[in-house]
């Protein structure tokens, strides 16, 4: 039979790279996980890193094409995304909180769950234009801090948007959403094109070109063909996961508009303004 967990044990190699108090604050903070297939990386990087509380949401469920780059086994495939993420997470943590909601974020439940917890995760698929901008919006208003991942083909991109403080995602693509309304074509693929295209001199153009086939392809609605693989995804947990720490351990961290992109492609770090 094996020792009982000890959360002093777990975190103990953490030392020299966590210190103490942050380590404190890292087993109390209540995480919301907003989508939990992109989610998942990071989800599963802070419960080794000892978070020990979190809210999971997402409607969807385990499918076979998830296994490439999210953080699944075979047996998970049928399952919710949520009750699977909470499996892996007790493994790893008998004694973590996680909370569960197999339903997909809106703007009917996103105040609810914003208020639940200290800070936010959001991978909520951009396809659902409105729970962004309700989720982004509720954690403006409680003045809780958020942050947005994105899987990049051979790198990834996070968004921080801190509590209380600089532009919250509402605002950044108000303009955005204006100009596609004017158009009559208020949805995600009007609007993430507009962005991607002030981006897209900044990426890998192997990026550009898929996530521009993907685009076309979700212009009848759809559902998103986005290639994605798992490089990307490990780079979303560990900048993510990375950024968290560095806010609780309060040292500075790049926040919105800009954005932080690392390739693996290209072996380069930048930061990106998406307002401009």
């Not at 309060?250 to 303004?273: M, N, Q």
């Amino acid at each position: 039979m094996s020792a009982p967990f000890n959360y002093d044990t777990f975190v103990t190699r953490n030392s020299g790279y966590i210190d103490q108090s942050t380590q404190e604050k890292i087993s109390t903070v209540r995480l919301l996980f907003a989508g939990c297939g992109l989610g998942s990386g990071p989800a599963i990087c802070a419960a080794r890193t000892g978070f020990q509380h979190f809210v999971l949401i997402d409607g969807d469920t385990v499918d076979a094409h998830n296994l490439n780059r999210q953080f699944w086994d075979f047996e998970d495939v049928g399952m919710s995304k949520v009750e699977a993420l909470k499996k892996h997470i007790l493994r790893i943590n008998p004694q973590a909180t996680v909370e569960t909601h197999v339903a997909m974020l809106d703007k009917v439940n996103a105040g609810e769950l914003v208020g639940k917890v200290d800070m936010i995760f959001d991978t909520i698929d951009f396809v659902d234009l409105e729970a962004v901008l309700a989720l982004h919006g509720n954690a403006a208003a409680q003045g809780k801090p958020i942050f947005t991942a994105m899987n990049i083909g051979p790198g990834a991109g996070v968004l921080y948007f801190p509590a209380r403080a600089g532009l919250s995602l509402p605002e950044i693509l108000q303009k955005d959403v204006e100009a596609a309304a004017a158009e009559g074509n208020l949805n995600y693929t009007a609007v993430f094109g507009r962005v991607m295209g002030r981006i897209g001199a900044h990426l890998d153009p192997q990026v550009v070109r898929e996530v521009g086939k993907a685009l076309t392809i979700m212009e009848d609605g759809t559902a998103c063909p986005a290639s994605q693989i798992a490089v990307g995804s490990f780079t979303v947990a560990a900048m993510a996961v990375s950024m968290i720490h560095d806010v609780l351990a309060g040292l500075p961290v790049p926040a919105a508009p800009f954005i932080v992109v690392h390739s693996f492609r290209t072996r380069e770090t930048k930061l990106i303004d998406i307002s401009k």
